[in-house]
Each structure stands twice: as structure tokens, then as C-alpha cells.
């Protein structure tokens, strides 16, 4: 179990993939100290690239550097590089079909004192309209290090939405994962709740809050939303019946909209949604977030008990 | 001889254009020296191997001029040139605006203005990084410079000292809706583009042995980036349609069709 902060696991992991792979190029704009990079600027002076506060520049020499070659990582906080450059991701990247890795950090209630401006409930939705993006939400630190190792591999157009501190440990140090496929954390009958991130510690308590009353409640980490793990999720929907979606995201274009596209045309399921609705974020704490929102465990419980 | 490319260039893209009955005109007519000599002289290319890794890359980031680079890739043996003829058709290999994977030749996607540049910048970088001596050459628009990418891209590219960047800049005086003085005043380039720290020079952009000197001369330069402001006419070459504001985009009457035909012949028989 690791309960390091996300942005320790990026650098780490990087620094090591940069000794073992000189192609690797790490791409900031202004906020390499936010996500610790900046601690191995020594090391890689090249390689670690501060474009400035200019993300439309810096996703668009992300394209060229992948143009002729290189293996570019992109960060910024998760609305900048998305909803600020989405242009810019979509055709110089996107369509013009190049290998970026786009890391998108303190996605939804995660960017806490950072407010509204900084605060997206919608770059998943606008990374999954994409065609042949790949956009995966990370659960975990353990995650991050395994799908980071992975992704020198990775082709096209690839958002990994992470929260910047530590997360709850969800995986056992060591555990691996598949792009497009679930991971079932808690079997259950009676509903299954799908979420991914932050939203997995309430789903797991909300299994529990279930349980309690009686009722079993599986819980899937679906981190990854593009590709969708439709074998998995089907399986389960006909199992229960019932399908709750929980995010940290609009429930306009996210998870929720993924499962009900999978799942439209199948009878007798019902399918309920977790996420925000209609608004724009806010400064807070997240659990004073996720209850504004109505993220916690007691909504996901409540669409099961009533 | 680079003369005669250009005037080969201008005749087939008019030819092109005049096939498909509509397209970008002016903008595709401003570029066509620029294109003689990079690709009749100063690139480092072989048509045969597009993709060969040694080569010298070139971004038309106002890809909407992708005619005149059609005409160009065409003539120096990138592709058949009877594939000019479906220009725009359904299914084409030649669309409006430059596509890198279905063109052999074309070196980057654009078509949506600025992302080019910063498309070039990166690639400028990359070779830098790598340590090859390939350089990039990256063809704006006068309009597309009211984009602020382009700014971000002309800070960063000073900043990095990628003296293996050569931005051309194709200075028509009109965008889409009119005089770019009047749409929103870019100032001079040539001022704009030092206070960014580019080495920068001012070359008739219809004249090729002055463009061709500029760009020898850029590529005895290091530490900085090099701006060549190319002044330019937009729709070059057609009288009729010349320092048009509507001859951005244009569609061809018969007559147009007629006067388009009779330029073409003019231009190939112009004692070489």
C-alpha cells in the first residue's frame, strides 16, 4: 500500500524512465514546482522543458517534439490542459494523430483553494470526445507508478487525470493494471456502484453504509473511461440491475455518460448517476466539496436504500 | 530556374483551383516564391523518401494556402500529379488545409491558425534535443499573427535560442474580411519579431534570389531564431483578383473559369 502524494510518484517515476529512455521529454508551464518536477531540472536540464504560462504553445511543441521523434509528457493543472488548449490537444495532437501523454492534475473538487477558475468537472468529457483518445482517471498511487511505467508504450492522444497529493490506498504495492479493464474491488448482488478516483474511498464506504441495512453492493474502479471496460460493466449490470455512477465530474459527458452509452438498449437495468450537476466549482475543502456537490457515500448509499 | 518553378508552381495550383471551380486563391498565390525556393533550392529534402529523417521539415501552419503546396510536393515527384485534380473531392488525399497523413510531403496537420508555429517550434526543439542539424522552416500568415498563439510560440522560440527555426512570414496585408491594418493592426513584423529577440529581415516575397539570399544569410546565423517578413501580394500573379479582400476563398464563374485558363497559358509561355 502507498499513500505517497501522486505528484512524488510522478517524478520519481520519471526521473527513472528518463535514465532508461532518452526519447522522454517532460513538458511544464509554470507549475513544474506544483507537481515536483522542478526537483530534477539539475538533473535533466534539457528534457525537463518550462514553456512558461503558455499552454497552448507548450501542447502545440508537445506535437512537434513528437513529430520528429520524442516521447513529450505534458502537465498542467487539469482545466489548462484541457478546456484552456482544447484546440490544441484536439488537432495538433489529436488529429494530427501524435504521441502525447497529457497529465492533468487537481481534476474536479481536488483543486480545493484553487476555486472555480481552477476547478474542471468537465475535461474528462471534453478528452473523451476525441476520437481515439485514451483517458484514464487514477485511483491510487500504486496506479499512477504502474500505468506511468506503462505509457512509454502508449500511442496517440492519452489524458491521465490524477489528484496531485495522496490519495487513500486503494492497491497493494505491486499490483499492475489494463488499459480497458475494471477492477472489481467488493462482489455484491444487489447494485453495483462504478466510480473512479476520489470517488472510490465513498463508494467502498457506501458499500459498507449497504451492508449494513442488508444489501450487497459490489464496487468496480472503472480508472479506465476511454477505453470502457463494456464486458465487465455489462456482466454486472445484469447481475444487479441497478448500476450507480459515482465522479468527481459533470455528470454531462464523464463516467456516467460512458456507462449509460454502453449499457443504452439493455433491459431491466436501472442506472443512476453521482457527479455534478449543473455548476460551477468553488473554493473548500473537498469533504465540504463533495457535500456541496452531493459526492459522498450517504448519496451513492441513498440511491440504493430509497 | 527558380523562376520557372514558380511560375510552374503558380500555373498548376491556378489550375488546380480552377478544376475544382472554387478554393483559396489568394493566399495560395502569395506563397509561391517561398515555395520555389525552399523547395527548388534551400531544403534538404528527397521526394522519393518523404519521411526520411534528415530531411529539412517544413510547416505550412496557414494551411489554408495547402494548393499552392499541393502544386509544389506535385511537381518535385512527392506524388502523381494527376492526384491534383481531386483536390477537395470526396475521399481526396489533397484537402483544403494540409493533413501530414494523407499527403506524402506534408510534415505537420494545420489548418487551424497558429498551431502551426508552435507544431514547428517543437519540432526545432526536438532536433535540438536529439542534437541533429535538420532544420525547420515554418510559413505564417500575416492574419494568423493575430493569433496569440504565435506569441507564445515566437517567446518560447527566442527563449530557446533555436537558431535551426526559420519562420517566414507571408505578408499579404489582408485577412478574410479585409485589410489586416484595419481588422486588427499586427504593426510591423519586422519590429514585432526583434523586440521578440528573432533575427529578422525584410525580403520582396516575389522575388526569389531575395528571399533565396535571406535565407542563406539566416542560416549563417546561431543563437536566435530568424523572422524573413516576406512582402507579398495576396493573389499574386491573377490581376483581376489581386489585393482582393474577397479573394480569400473564391468560387469561379465561367467567365473567372475563362480569364483563370488564359493565365495559365500566359504563365507557361514565358521564355524561360
Known amino acids: 500500500m502507498s499513500e505517497k502524494d501522486l505528484r512524488t510518484i510522478y517524478t520519481e517515476t520519471m526521473a527513472s524512465l528518463m535514465a532508461r529512455d532518452e526519447s522522454i521529454v517532460l513538458l511544464e508551464a509554470d507549475l513544474a514546482s ?16 518550462n514553456c512558461g504560462i503558455q499552454e497552448a504553445n507548450m501542447i502545440g511543441s508537445a506535437a512537434g517534439l513528437s ?31 501524435q504521441n502525447v501523454v497529457i497529465i492533468g492534475s487537481d481534476g474536479g473538487v481536488s483543486a480545493e483553494h484553487n476555486g472555480g477558475t481552477h476547478m474542471p468537472f468537465e475535461d474528462i468529457a471534453l478528452m473523451r470526445a476525441i476520437p481515439n483518445s485514451t483517458v484514464l482517471e487514477m485511483s491510487d498511487a500504486v496506479m499512477f507508478k504502474d500505468i506511468l511505467t506503462q505509457s512509454t508504450m502508449f500511442n496517440g492522444l492519452t489524458y491521465i487525470r490524477i489528484k496531485r497529493k495522496a490519495m487513500r490506498a486503494i492497491y497493494r504495492e505491486g499490483t499492475t493494471f489494463k488499459i480497458g479493464t475494471g477492477k472489481v474491488l467488493k462482489e455484491g448482488h444487489d447494485a453495483v456502484i462504478v466510480a ?20 450487497s453492493v459490489a464496487v468496480i474502479d472503472m480508472f479506465s473511461i476511454k477505453p470502457l471496460d463494456h464486458d465487465l460493466l455489462k456482466r454486472y449490470a445484469k447481475l444487479t440491475g441497478h448500476v450507480i455512477t459515482a465522479e468527481n465530474h459533470n455528470l454531462v459527458g464523464g463516467l456516467h455518460a460512458a456507462v449509460c452509452e454502453s449499457l443504452a438498449g439493455e433491459k431491466d437495468i436501472v442506472i443512476d448517476g453521482i457527479g455534478v450537476d449543473e455548476a460551477f466549482g468553488q473554493v473548500g475543502l473537498t469533504p465540504y466539496l463533495k457535500a456541496v456537490y452531493h459526492l459522498t457515500a450517504q448519496d451513492i448509499a441513498n440511491k440504493i436504500l430509497t | 530556374m527558380l523562376n520557372e518553378f514558380a ?34 533550392k534551400q531544403m534538404n529534402i528527397d521526394p522519393k523518401r518523404p519521411k526520411k529523417t534528415s530531411r529539412d521539415y517544413f510547416v505550412l501552419s496557414k494551411g489554408h494556402a495547402g494548393p499552392a503546396l499541393y502544386a509544389t510536393l506535385a511537381i518535385k515527384g512527392y ?19 494540409c493533413d501530414m497523413h494523407l499527403t506524402p510531403g506534408i510534415d505537420m496537420t494545420t489548418g487551424s491558425l497558429g498551431q502551426g508555429f508552435s507544431a514547428a517550434v517543437g519540432m526545432a526543439l526536438g532536433l535540438k534535443l536529439k542534437g541533429k542539424s535538420n532544420r525547420v522552416y515554418v510559413l505564417v500568415g500575416d492574419g494568423e499573427l493575430n493569433e496569440g498563439q504565435c506569441y507564445e510560440a515566437m517567446m518560447f522560440a527566442a527563449h530557446k535560442g533555436l537558431d535551426n527555426l526559420i519562420v517566414l512570414i507571408d505578408d499579404n496585408k489582408l485577412q478574410l474580411d479585409g485589410p489586416r491594418t484595419k481588422i486588427s493592426n499586427t504593426l510591423s513584423f519586422m519590429d514585432v519579431f526583434k523586440a521578440f529577440n528573432f ?10 534570389k531575395a528571399i533565396d539570399d535571406a535565407i542563406t544569410h539566416a542560416k549563417t546565423l546561431k543563437h536566435k531564431p530568424t523572422a524573413i517578413v516576406l512582402d507579398t501580394v495576396k493573389g499574386k500573379g491573377v490581376p483581376r483578383f489581386e489585393n482582393q479582400t474577397s479573394n480569400h476563398h473564391m468560387r469561379f464563374s465561367e467567365d473567372d473559369q475563362r480569364y483563370l485558363e488564359h493565365i495559365i497559358q500566359t504563365l507557361k509561355k514565358v521564355p524561360v
Open chain 1, 34 to 49: 506544483a507537481i515536483t518536477t522542478h526537483q530534477m531540472s539539475e538533473r535533466y536540464q534539457e528534457r525537463i522543458i
Open chain 2, 199 to 208: 533575427h529578422v529581415s525584410h525580403v520582396d516575397g516575389h522575388d526569389t
Open chain 1, 67 to 97: 513529430v520528429v521523434g520524442l516521447k513529450p509528457y505534458v502537465h498542467s493543472f487539469a482545466p489548462f490542459v484541457t478546456r484552456r488548449a482544447y484546440d490544441q490537444v484536439f488537432l495538433s495532437i489529436g488529429y494530427a494523430k
Open chain 1, 196 to 215: 473512479t478516483g476520489i470517488m472510490l474511498e465513498e463508494a467502498l464506504n457506501a458499500a459498507e453504509i449497504c451492508a449494513e441495512q442488508g444489501y
Open chain 2, 79 to 97: 506524388f502523381d500529379r494527376a492526384l491534383l485534380k481531386t483536390l477537395n473531392d470526396n475521399g481526396t488525399t489533397l484537402p483544403s488545409h
Open chain 2, 7 to 40: 511560375r510552374n508552381i503558380r500555373a498548376t495550383t491556378l489550375k488546380m483551383l480552377k478544376h475544382r471551380t472554387f478554393g483559396h486563391l489568394g493566399g495560395s498565390m502569395s506563397i509561391v516564391e517561398t515555395l520555389a525556393v525552399l523547395y527548388g
